[in-house]
């Protein structure tokens, strides 16, 4: 019914910075969070960033300082913006979505199919 569609990956030299979108879309929804999370290669996925309907927001300490999450609420689209990055933020990148659907009673989850972020030394 929802649908998460990422884009804005790709490949970066260390330092430089990129910036990832994720426009959720399908049917009557609302949102009570969308945020980001990352899978290096043989590695868990880790919790990213998180942005909630109440404005307020949290970041993994790895990345605090260097990425703000933000979102378009016309659109239903969240961002990312990646500063300073480094060869160790090299992932594959996953919005995530918590919402309510045709007035469910309870929420559901979503994820995107992801996007390649490449940090070059």
């Known amino acids: 019914q929802v649908q998460l569609e990422e884009s804005g990956g790709g490949l970066v030299q260390a330092g430089g910075s990129l910036t990832l979108s994720c426009r959720a879309s399908g049917g009557t929804f609302s949102t009570t969070s969308m945020g980001w999370f990352r899978q290096a290669p043989g590695q868990e996925r880790e919790f990213v960033a998180a942005l909630f309907s109440n404005g307020r927001s949290n970041y993994a300490d790895s990345v605090k300082g260097r990425f703000t999450i933000s979102r378009d609420n016309a659109k239903n689209t969240v961002y990312l913006q990646m500063n300073s990055l480094k060869p160790e933020d090299t992932a594959v990148y996953y919005c995530?979505?918590?919402?309510?659907?045709?007035?469910?009673?309870?929420?559901?989850?979503?994820w995107g199919k992801g996007t390649q972020v490449t940090v070059s030394s």
């Open positions: 995530h979505a918590l919402v309510y659907v045709s007035a469910s009673t309870s929420p559901s989850v979503y």
